[in-house]
């Protein structure tokens, strides 16, 4: 099993930036990517990025050129670096991981809140 634990949620205003973490734990071994996803009141939870093992990654488009994803390995460690945000990134922010298309690990969420 693995565990998730998010950090690093908030209240910023528009064009502000925040980081956040995704601490992973436990047979960490059986994760070699790790992902965020969203999900903003009312709304389905969608895909914000991903990163493999090493180090390549993906963003949605919506995110892409402000979102950067990276990762400590040493320290099974995933970041979310979110800048230039706008009210429409306020959502909860869930880490994902596991390997190749099983991801089935889920953090339990931080709250991000972009004040306009």
């Known amino acids: 099993q693995v565990q998730l634990v998010e950090s690093g949620g908030g209240l910023v205003q528009a064009g502000g930036s925040l980081r956040l973490s995704c601490a992973a734990s436990?047979?960490?071994?059986?994760?070699?990517?790790m992902a965020w996803y969203r999900q903003a009141p009312g709304k389905a939870r969608e895909f914000v990025g991903i990163i493999s093992s090493g180090g390549t990654t993906n963003y949605a488009g919506s995110v892409k050129g402000r979102f950067a994803i990276s990762r400590d390995n040493a320290r099974n460690t995933v970041y979310l670096q979110m800048n230039s945000l706008k009210p429409e990134d306020t959502a909860v922010y869930y880490c994902?991981?596991?390997?190749?298309?099983?991801?089935?690990?889920w953090g339990q969420g931080t709250q991000v809140t972009i004040s306009s």
């Open positions: 436990g047979s960490t071994i059986s994760i070699n990517r």
């Open positions: 994902n991981a596991g390997t190749g298309n099983t991801m089935p690990y």
